[in-house]
């Protein structure tokens, strides 16, 4: 009796674990001009998630992000979360949209501006920086213009914090 209920607790155990999901491709976030970014139509390329700043030290990072983007577009795509968790995006969606526009030329995808860290943590964030989801590492998004890069199956490589530049080998030696 002692083993079939041994046998119920464990397998019941099993059952009721559902793993965290290893892969950003799970995700769909609304982009900045109100329509949806699907991170599974990303499959096959990498991915480098950014949390982005208009009025930061490190905006110039956007230039950057561009290059980066159009060098290796067949490779990897870039996408840049708007975050005012620092006080550095004050605006809208579309005064965000238009500034990186007109001041960086901005292609890459966008989404809505949304919270990477605190209690408002958008759902992305709390996958990107918990190992208990993403099954890789615990990241802390210490500043504006941290970096995900993760593989061509949507798992997660590495995190990079705001002084590593978008073109830096750190970044390139994946893509190359």
């Not at 390329?45 to 982005?52: A, D, F, G, P, S």
């Not at 550095?88 to 007109?102: L, S, W, Y």
């Not at 705001?162 to 073109?167: A, I, N, Q, Y």
Request: some cysteine; proline content about 3%.
């Amino acid at each position: 009796m002692k083993r079939i209920l041994l046998l119920i607790v464990v397998l019941l155990g099993i059952f009721a674990f559902k793993p965290a999901s290893n892969s950003i491709h799970q995700f769909k976030v609304e982009a900045i001009d109100g329509s949806q970014i699907e991170f599974s139509s990303f499959k096959g390329k990498k991915i480098l998630v950014v949390n982005t700043a208009s009025k930061c030290g490190f905006t110039k990072q956007y230039k950057e992000l561009e290059e980066l983007y159009k060098q290796y577009k067949d490779k990897l795509v870039v996408i840049g979360f708007p975050s005012n968790d620092f006080n550095q995006e004050k605006g809208t969606n579309q005064e965000i949209a238009e500034f990186c526009e007109k001041n960086y030329g901005v292609t890459f995808p966008l989404a809505s501006k949304i919270s990477v860290k605190g209690k408002d943590v958008a759902p992305i964030y709390q996958w990107l920086t918990q190992k208990a989801k993403n099954g890789v590492m615990d990241a802390n998004v210490a500043w504006n213009f941290n970096k995900f890069l993760l593989d061509e199956n949507g798992v997660l490589i590495q995190h990079y914090g705001s002084m590593v530049k978008p073109l830096s080998e750190n970044i390139t030696k994946y893509l190359n």
